[in-house]
Structure formats: C-alpha cells, structure tokens
C-alpha cells in the first residue's frame, strides 16, 4: 500500500460548498477518490493539517474535522521543522515555517509516496517539482509525488 500524505485543500474540497465549475470538479473529484481509492492508502496527516482545519473561521470545521478520524499522525520533529525552514530559503515554500512548508517537509522527512493537494500554487506545481528534487538530493531525500486526487486515482489504475 502506498502511504499519501493528505494536505488540508483535500479536506476542504471534500466539504466545500462552492458551486463554481472548479470548486464543483475538486468537491467531486476528492469525494469519489475517498469513497474508492482512500481504502487502496496508508494515510497520514499532521499536527499542520488539524490546526488548519480547526480554525474557528474554517467552513464546515466539524464535517472536515470528522474526516480525520483514524487518520495516521504524523509528529512535527526538529527534523521536519529544519526541513521546512530550508524549503523556504530555497524559495520553494512561502514564509512562514508552516502551513505549505511543513507539509512538505512532513510527507518528505516521514517517506510518503505521495503528497495529495489541490494548492497548485504551492504543491501540486509542476514547475517546482525538479527544484524540489534538486534541494533533496542534495540533502539525501526523496520526495514524495506531489498529486492531485484524479492524478493519483489515475496512476494507482494503470
């Protein structure tokens, strides 16, 4: 079973309520990938995730916050912090040490095979995808695959 690092836009498009055409696709994308395709995964979030989705001004806290329920947690190390402060000097991650960068450097200090996000700005990029596995090398590192649910529905098919 593979190990996917789930990142707090995949909660939040699960319980969306947005109707426009991408927030509709996303709402119905990571739905489907939770119902078929969560069981196929070890899954994993961390302290990040649950902080983000516990804000008092987070739409449908509790419904997102249901969802991660026996979900693995994943610890925030000295190791995972480090990481991030150095994802974010090599202008991979914004400032500051969270959000973003420690999910980044959580799925990558811990191993996960995939890092599932909808933030194309930050994550799922595809421009900084050889950047990343530049800084990691350097570092001895493999990061995961950063996807979107109907990518990795579409690898775990093939």
């Not at 836009?9 to 696709?25: E, I």
């Amino acid at each position: 079973m593979a190990q996917v690092y789930l990142e707090t836009s995949f909660f939040s498009a699960c319980v969306g309520t947005r109707q426009d055409a991408r927030s509709v696709y996303w709402r119905e994308t990571s739905n489907e990938w939770w119902s078929t395709q969560a069981v196929r995964h070890e899954l994993f979030i961390s302290p990040e995730v649950l902080a983000e989705l516990s804000a008092p001004t987070f739409p449908r806290r509790d419904a997102a916050l249901d969802m991660l329920r026996g979900l693995t947690m994943l610890e925030v190390t000295s190791e995972v912090l480090g990481f991030a402060d150095i994802l974010i000097r090599e202008k991979l991650m914004p400032t500051p040490v969270a959000g973003d960068a420690i999910h980044l450097a959580a799925a990558t200090i811990h191993g996960m095979d995939y890092l599932l996000s909808w933030n194309v700005k930050h994550l799922a990029n595809p421009n900084k995808r050889d950047h990343l596995a530049a800084v990691c090398l350097r570092l001895g590192l493999i990061p995961p695959l950063i996807v979107t649910p109907d990518l990795l529905e579409n690898t775990e098919n093939e």
